[in-house]
């Protein structure tokens, strides 16, 4: 019963005699969305006549103010700076005095401000402006940013960030992940250009004093990064970044996350 955004489930049997009845129960999401909204539930059976039946819902969601986007999606390459992005906090009632707090973020790589709308335009609200620093690391990834607003009735509007950064030297893998154990356990991150490019790699800095580093030389365009890791696992899970300090100057220093697993193994 695909809707989108939406989940649906039977409450009563999956079969239905003739002349029956069945019942579906719909719970839609609607954090970040406001106003009248229409969606259609597709109910696929066994119905060789008409398989497919659809049911249009007209649903009114009453808030004090929504995202624009609802969901924001990201793509940019990091090239001697951060890449931003925005979307807008839109204030259903300009009367009402609309403020945004706070805005928080799942991570600490993404730095988030809030300015109000310029004044006279078509809508009133804030504008959030995101900066994904380098500490977020490079590829795919999916965060969320929570905005704080002085509304009771949408005190907390919440955000879906996903995409993608790049860069011109990359590490492989770009994320690092150390299971629950008490073994010490080594990854290794191999750096190199995207051009194909000579690069050096002039040292590894770990804020958080962990690991065990290692560099060497794979080849003039290519080095190898391990990282071990040694002792009992944390008792809650750890996310940081390592810091892979290079020559080339436009990625002086490449980020490279980690999550280190919590509790006993």
Not at 77 to 83: D, K, L, P, S, Y
Not at 207 to 229: C, H, I, M, Q, Y
Request: glycine share 12%; hydrophobic share 40%.
């Amino acid at each position: 019963m695909p809707i989108g955004g939406c989940a649906a489930a039977l409450v009563s049997s999956r079969r239905v005699a003739p002349g029956g009845r069945g019942t579906i129960r719909v719970t839609w999401q609607t954090g970040g969305v406001a106003g009248r909204r229409t969606k259609v539930m597709e109910v696929t059976t066994n119905d060789p006549v008409d398989p497919v039946s659809r049911y249009p819902m007209r649903i009114e969601v009453i808030g004090d103010a929504y995202l624009d986007p609802a969901v924001l999606v990201v793509r940019g390459t990091r090239a001697q700076g951060a890449v931003e992005a925005h979307f807008d906090v839109i204030a259903l009632d300009a009367g009402k005095g609309l403020r945004v707090t706070e805005v928080r973020t799942s991570h600490e790589g993404i730095r988030g401000t809030a300015v109000p709308l310029e004044p006279g335009g078509e809508r009133t609200g804030f504008r959030v402006n995101l900066t994904f620093g380098p500490s977020l690391g490079t590829g795919s990834f999916h965060e969320r940013v929570t905005v704080l607003t002085n509304s009771r009735r949408d005190p907390r509007l919440t955000i879906d960030v996903i995409g993608s950064v790049r860069r011109q030297v990359l590490p492989v893998p770009e994320r690092l992940y150390f299971p629950r154990t008490d073994e010490t356990v080594v990854r290794s991150v191999f750096v190199f250009r995207k051009d194909g490019e000579p690069l050096a790699v002039t040292g590894v800095d770990d804020p958080t004093g962990l690991f065990d580093l290692e560099t060497r030389r794979v080849s003039a365009t290519k080095w190898e990064v391990l990282v071990g890791l040694s002792g009992e696992s944390p008792a809650a899970p750890i996310r940081g970044s390592l810091v892979v300090r290079t020559d080339a100057p436009e990625d002086a220093r490449v980020a490279v996350p980690f999550e280190i697993a919590g509790g006993a193994p």
